[in-house]
Nanobody, 116 residues
Framework: QVQLVESGGGLVQPGGSLRLSCAASRSIFSINSMGWYRQAPGKQRELVASITKGISTNYNDSVKGRFTMSSDNAKNMVYLQMNSLKPEDTAVYYC??????????WGQGTQVTVSS
């Protein structure tokens, strides 16, 4: 199993920045892919960014050029640096891990609110 704990959410003004962190309970090397997802009220959960096999990254078109996902394998951490935030980025952000047996694990989520 993998336990995931997100942190770093909060209230920020439009144009501001936040960095989300996700702590994994085991080595990221044992995890096939890590991803950040978000869910806004009344909307489906959507992929924000992902890293597969620690190499390839993928971003939702709506965040390309503004968000950057990274990992620190030594600390079993992944991060989501969010810049130039917009009100439409407001959502609960979740960390997800997919292990090599294709099992998915989710964190509890962290709220990001972009508002003036």
């Amino acid at each position: 199993q993998v336990q995931l704990v997100e942190s770093g959410g909060g209230l920020v003004q439009p144009g501001g920045s936040l960095r989300l962190s996700c702590a994994a309970s085991r080595s990221i090397f044992s995890i096939n892919s890590m991803g950040w997802y978000r869910q806004a009220p009344g909307k489906q959960r959507e992929l924000v960014a992902s890293i597969t096999k620690g190499i390839s990254t993928n971003y939702n078109d709506s965040v390309k050029g503004r968000f950057t996902m990274s990992s620190d394998n030594a600390k079993n951490m992944v991060y989501l640096q969010m810049n130039s935030l917009k009100p439409e980025d407001t959502a609960v952000y979740y960390c997800r891990a997919q292990t090599w047996d294709l099992t998915y694990y989710w964190g509890q989520g962290t709220q990001v609110t972009v508002s003036s």
